[in-house]
C-alpha cells in the first residue's frame, strides 16, 4: 500500500479562497463624488435658491413682522394688532373687497370661459392652427403697460374707437371708464384680452390629449357639438380647470397694474379701489408701511384659506 501523498491534489490546487465581500461605500464618500459629478447643477440650483430667498422668501417674512410694527421717525415699535384695527375702520377697505370681489366674478365669467371656448373653436381647425395660435398669443407679448393705454385710447370718450363703432351702427356712446357703473366692466375686458393668450394654449394642449375614439363614440351615439363638449371635453380636462380657476382667482385678487392706469386706480367714485391698489396707498401715499403690511398679510391668508379649502374639495371629488 502507498503512503498517502503530500502534494495538493490537482483538484485542490485550484480552488481558490473568494476575496472577501467589499462593504458598502462610506456614504460620506459617495456625497461627495456625486457633489463633484453635479458641481454644475448644484450651483444653478443654489442660484434660483438664492433668488427666491432674497427676492421672495425675505420679502414675505419681513412684511408678516412689519404687520405688528410702526416707523415713525426711523424707531421701529410693535403695535400688536394696531394695523390691522387701522385697515379694517377705514371705509375704503370694505369697499375695495367688494370691488375686487366683483372684479373676481367678472373675470371668470369672461377670463375663464372666453379663452376655453377660444381653444375649442381652435380645436375644431384642421389647417392654419399655428398662426391661431399665434394670434391669440400675440396679446401676451405685448408690454402689460403698452396693452393697457391701447384700450385707454379705445376707451376714450371723445375719440375712442369703440365709441367710434358704437356710433356707426346707432348705438350710444358710453363713458367706459367715467361711469362707476360699467368702469369695473371695462377693466375686466382689458385685463381679458391681455391675459387670455396663455390660457388658451394650456386649454388646446389639453384638448388635443384627448383621444378621437371618445368624440367618435359620442358621434355615434348622435351627440351634437354641444353635448360632445359637456360630456366629453369637460370631463377630460377637468383637472386642466380645476387648475387654471384655482390659479385665476388667486390671479384676479392681486389685479393692479389694469385699473391703475386705467382710472388711476381709485376710479370713478372709488369704483375701481381694489385690495392691492389700497396696499398702494397705504405705503407709498399714506407712508403707513405697517397698515399695508396688515392688509397684505390679510390678503394672504385669505388666499391661501382659498387655495387650501379648494384642493380638499378636489381631492374629496377624486375619492
Known amino acids: ?163 367710434e363703432l358704437f356710433g356707426a351702427v346707432g348705438l350710444p356712446e358710453q363713458q367706459w371708464l367715467q361711469d362707476p357703473d360699467i368702469s369695473m366692466l371695462a377693466v375686466v375686458v382689458a385685463s381679458t384680452w391681455m391675459n387670455m393668450g396663455g390660457a388658451t394654449l394650456i386649454y388646446l394642449a389639453a384638448l388635443q390629449g384627448i383621444p378621437g375614439e371618445l368624440y367618435e363614440a359620442a358621434e355615434l351615439d348622435g351627440a351634437g357639438l354641444f353635448r360632445k363638449i359637456w360630456h366629453v371635453t369637460i370631463p377630460q380636462t377637468r383637472l386642466i380647470l380645476s387648475l387654471m380657476l384655482l390659479m385665476q382667482v388667486i390671479a384676479t385678487m392681486q389685479v393692479f397694474v389694469e385699473p391703475f392706469l386705467l382710472t388711476g386706480g381709485a376710479g370713478p367714485e372709488g369704483s375701481t379701489t381694489t385690495v392691492v391698489y389700497l396696499i398702494y396707498q397705504y405705503a407709498f401715499n399714506f407712508n403707513n408701511y405697517g397698515a399695508a403690511a396688515a392688509l397684505g398679510l390679510l390678503l394672504l391668508v385669505l388666499l391661501a384659506g382659498f387655495s387650501a379649502a379648494y384642493v380638499k374639495l378636489s381631492r374629496a371629488e377624486d375619492e
Open 1 to 163: 500500500m502507498s503512503a498517502p501523498s503530500l502534494t495538493p491534489s490537482k483538484a485542490a490546487s485550484h480552488r481558490r479562497t473568494p476575496p472577501p465581500a467589499a462593504g458598502p461605500a462610506p456614504s460620506k464618500g459617495r456625497f461627495g463624488r456625486s457633489l463633484r459629478r453635479n458641481l454644475t447643477a448644484h450651483g444653478f440650483l443654489i442660484g434660483a435658491v438664492i433668488c427666491f430667498a432674497v427676492f421672495s422668501w425675505y420679502p414675505m417674512v419681513r412684511e408678516f413682522f412689519l404687520a405688528f410694527q410702526k416707523t415713525d421717525g426711523g424707531q421701529t415699535t410693535w403695535v400688536g394688532l394696531d394695523n390691522l384695527t387701522t385697515v379694517v375702520n377705514d371705509p375704503a377697505f370694505w369697499q375695495a373687497w367688494r370691488n375686487t370681489l366683483l372684479f373676481t366674478v367678472l373675470a371668470l365669467v369672461l377670463g375663464f370661459a372666453v379663452p376655453f371656448a377660444a381653444a375649442v373653436v381652435i380645436n375644431e381647425f384642421h389647417h392654419g392652427q399655428g398662426y391661431l395660435r399665434l394670434l391669440v398669443y400675440l396679446p401676451v407679448m405685448l408690454p402689460p403697460v403698452a396693452a393697457v393705454l391701447l384700450f385707454k385710447y379705445l376707451y376714450d370718450p371723445g375719440y375712442g374707437l369703440l365709441n
